[in-house]
Nanobody
């Protein structure tokens, strides 16, 4: 069965960095676009970044462009989100998601991880 397990969240000061990891299993990882969403307190889910199945194309929300980097290692069935220059408004639960085949760049996750909490506070 499909599983997406995030790790790497935590409490950091503004300007700090975190690297989130998502371990995928139960499907052919290299065939799927993967993405990271986040939900800030009191806010709707926001697509943070996505990455093509081969890793050659990436997209970012304007709010994180230049600060975050999405990457993947298809040999390890893992997708990453490197977050630098973190701001308090980056606080939220970050979710790793799989995108349905054939819909990208449309936003249509079909599986979600359990989420990992990121808190940016001084």
């Amino acid at each position: 069965q499909v599983q997406l397990v995030e790790s790497g969240g935590g409490l950091v000061q503004p300007g700090g960095s975190l690297r989130l990891s998502c371990a995928a299993s139960g499907f052919t990882f290299s065939r799927y676009v993967m993405s990271w969403y986040r939900q800030a307190p009191g806010k709707d889910n926001e697509l943070v970044a996505d990455i093509s199945s081969g890793g050659g194309t990436t997209n970012y929300a304007n709010s994180v462009k230049g600060r975050f980097t999405i990457s993947r290692d298809n040999d390890k069935n893992t997708v990453y989100l490197q977050m630098n220059s973190l701001k308090p408004e980056d606080t939220g639960v970050y979710y790793c998601t799989r995108i349905r085949i054939g819909v990208w760049p449309a936003k249509s996750p079909d599986y979600w991880g359990q989420g990992t909490q990121v808190t940016v506070s001084s």
